[in-house]
């Protein structure tokens, strides 16, 4: 049966009987409500935001999650599995993708939610944290160090924190300079926004924000010039190609003194950003709430 002959499908269609009218009318009414459901859905499930919690251990990673999620904290212990928590921003700050959307918009509750999961900071259980790095909704990296155990002055410990706090840090972002110049597409991974939340601002031994900033750039110029010195030793890429080839630096070409400014070149923007999630004038993390909201 050919499509022109008088009983095929084509001329049942244009014909003006009842149920070609119904079975039309249907298509036309359902066909919108079904595409609407299916990528509903989808983009549903994929865009509830995330963000991710590193940095070393006793930093306050695991208080700041309890804070986020229940507004109080509770005793911590040294974490040993990562754990996530569904967050929901306070009704004072509105996301940054909700700022012009009525509250009555059924979409507003969902782009005001975020998932945000917590790691272990001890140094042996780090991988936990590096294999997070690579998921589709993260929107957003929160490396919180103890702003308390960052100076030089105050002794041997305190010396340790930076360094400890450095290293990993370091690595974090050599990590996030990888995916960037690793990536298939000429236009790199979208930008990922780092916030290192100096905490435990209650304490009068807390340098303040600039301090903790400049404090882990020289320190992470330290390491970087351990490690390029160490693989030179090593005999590793004597010649210039091989460490060019390499791209173990981080920033500028690993030359001269590391600056966060240096990592915007691979889309990774850099905040830092004071705060406290205990202490005796209870918590003060409404800038931390601040920088969340304006990445989702
Ligand atoms: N003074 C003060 N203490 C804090 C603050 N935030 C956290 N602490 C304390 O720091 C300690 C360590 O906090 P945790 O949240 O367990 O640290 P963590 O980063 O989860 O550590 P790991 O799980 O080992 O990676 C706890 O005793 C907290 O009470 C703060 O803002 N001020
Ligand atoms: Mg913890």
Same mark, same amino acid.
Not at 93 to 102: F, G, L
Not at 133 to 148: R, S
């Given at each position: 049966?050919?499509?022109?002959?008088?009983?095929?499908?084509?001329t049942w269609v244009f014909s003006?009987?009842?149920?070609?009218?119904?079975?039309?009318a249907l298509i036309a009414l359902?066909?919108?409500?079904?595409?609407?459901?299916?990528?509903?859905?989808?983009?549903?499930?994929?865009?509830?935001?995330?963000?991710?919690? *590193?940095?070393?251990?006793?930093?306050?990673?695991? /208080?700041? *999650?309890?804070?986020?999620?229940?507004?109080?904290? /509770?005793?911590?212990?040294?974490?040993?599995?990562?754990?996530?928590?569904?967050?929901? *921003?306070?009704?004072?700050?509105?996301?940054?993708?909700?700022?012009?959307? /009525?509250?009555?918009?059924?979409?507003?509750?969902?782009?005001?939610?975020?998932?945000?999961?917590?790691?272990?900071?001890?140094?042996?259980?780090?991988?936990?944290?590096?294999?997070?790095?690579?998921?589709?909704?993260?929107?957003?990296?929160?490396?919180?160090?103890?702003?308390?155990?960052? /100076?030089?002055?105050?002794?041997?410990?305190?010396?340790?924190?930076?360094?400890?706090?450095?290293?990993?840090?370091?690595?974090?972002?050599?990590?996030?300079?990888?995916?960037?110049?690793?990536?298939?597409?000429?236009?790199?991974?979208?930008?990922?926004?780092?916030?290192?939340?100096?905490?435990?601002?209650?304490?009068?031994?807390?340098?303040?924000?600039?301090?903790?900033?400049? =404090? *882990?750039?020289?320190?992470?110029?330290?390491?970087?010039?351990?490690?390029?010195?160490?693989?030179?030793?090593?005999?590793?890429?004597?010649?210039?190609?091989?460490?060019? =080839?390499?791209?173990?630096?981080?920033?500028?070409?690993?030359?001269?003194?590391?600056?966060?400014?240096?990592?915007?070149?691979?889309?990774?923007?850099?905040?830092?950003?004071?705060?406290?999630?205990?202490?005796?004038?209870?918590?003060?993390?409404?800038?931390?709430?601040?920088?969340?909201?304006?990445?989702?």
């Amino acid at each position: 049966m050919a499509w022109h002959d008088q009983d095929s499908w084509l001329t049942w269609v244009f014909s003006p009987s009842i149920s070609a009218i119904i079975v039309t009318a249907l298509i036309a009414l359902l066909l919108p409500v079904l595409i609407h459901t299916i990528l509903y859905r989808t983009q549903a499930q994929a865009s509830t935001a995330s963000f991710l919690l *590193l940095g070393p251990s006793g930093a306050g990673k695991t /208080s700041l *999650l309890t804070l986020l999620e229940r507004g109080s904290t /509770s005793a911590t212990h040294t974490s040993q599995t990562p754990s996530s928590a569904e967050i929901t *921003l306070p009704s004072t700050i509105k996301s940054a993708s909700n700022e012009y959307r /009525s509250e009555n918009d059924s979409s507003f509750s969902g782009a005001q939610r975020f998932i945000l999961t917590d790691t272990p900071g001890h140094g042996k259980l780090r991988q936990f944290a590096s294999d997070k790095l690579d998921a589709k909704t993260l929107k957003g990296i929160i490396f919180v160090v103890d702003a308390a155990n960052l /100076s030089k002055e105050s002794g041997g410990r305190a010396e340790e924190g930076l360094t400890e706090a450095a290293e990993y840090l370091h690595d974090v972002l050599l990590a996030l300079q990888k995916r960037y110049t690793s990536a298939k597409t000429s236009k790199g991974p979208k930008e990922l926004p780092v916030l290192i939340a100096a905490n435990k601002f209650d304490l009068f031994t807390a340098l303040p924000e600039k301090l903790v900033k400049t =404090e *882990l750039e020289k320190e992470i110029t330290n390491v970087r010039n351990t490690k390029s010195k160490g693989l030179l030793d090593s005999g590793i890429g004597t010649s210039d190609d091989a460490v060019e =080839e390499e791209k173990e630096w981080l920033g500028d070409g690993g030359e001269g003194k590391f600056e966060f400014r240096q990592m915007e070149e691979v889309n990774v923007f850099v905040d830092v950003i004071g705060g406290n999630v205990t202490g005796a004038d209870g918590p003060g993390v409404g800038k931390w709430w601040e920088w969340i909201a304006k990445q989702i």
